[in-house]
């Protein structure tokens, strides 16, 4: 894969052929792809996916974990629900990750992601350690797939994630850096956020957003890539000084127009490349 390879997030939902074909039309080389019902990660069915990706020369990065009872209406309501922090559907959950994990080795994927929900900033909190020992297990059964577990950004501050890692201590912990979430959360500046989690950076969400809410806008819309507070420049050039040479998966989440957010934003990678690395 070339340095800095374009991608978008895609999903099977009633089946790949269109998407991929989309996906081919945009002119990206990888995706990230949201892990699909159990009944599209069955071995016959992930052969087949396998065989798809490969035919349109697409390569998957990272294949993404969520739940189909994720509710991201308030931050309070992704406290209670999102990832594997809800006590009371971490077991049921991890049952899935580790599934996943699976399917991802299957599909010759080499990364599984997710949002792990809000971990207890206080390591004195006993959520704290239960919550180190279910990534412990995450992180446990993808090395066994030869995989890296990637965390998503935002949900705690960097020095947070940091410390959260450190505690997990399993080498094929990483991070999916996604610097529009940590202005949504509000968890702080996502460039200073790159100096203290930058090493653990193995793919990067090319995300954008604002910090001021016009009325009536929901907390967590996004904004086109290059048109909100991300500084989208700054921070592909400290990801090039971390030697950060994984994918730019753009990530444009409720738009009106995706299509034509995505477009955009690709066409400003391309000249944020030709700028930064003279490629
Ligand atoms: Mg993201």
Known sequence: MKKWASGIFTSIRGGLGAGLESVRDLGVSTVQLHAPAA???SPERTAQLREEFARAGIGVTVVFAGFEDDDYATVE?????????PKDRRARRLAE???????????????IGMHLGFVP???ADPEFDAVVAVTRQVCDHCA???????????QETAK?????????????????FDPANMILYGAGNPLEALDVVGPYVKSVHCKDASYTRKPGQPWYEDAPLGQGDVNIEACLRKLNELGYAGAL???REYSPDQAGDLKAALALLESLRAKILGA
């Not at 066994?144 to 935002?154: A, K, P, S, Y």
């Not at 994630?161 to 997990?168: E, K, P, R, S």
Request: hydrophobic share 40%; charged share 25%.
């Open 97 to 111: 990750v580790l599934e996943i994990s699976d399917f991802a080795r299957r599909l010759e994927v080499e990364a």
């Open 144 to 154: 066994g797939n030869h995989q890296r577990f990637h965390l998503e950004t935002g």
């Open 39 to 41: 009944d599209h990660r």
């Open 121 to 123: 900033p206080n390591s």
């Open 249 to 251: 998966t753009i990530e």
């Open 77 to 85: 309501r992704v406290k209670q629900t999102v990832g594997l922090v």
């Open 160 to 176: 947070e994630l940091l410390h959260f890692i450190q505690a997990v201590g399993r080498d094929n912990l990483a991070v999916n």
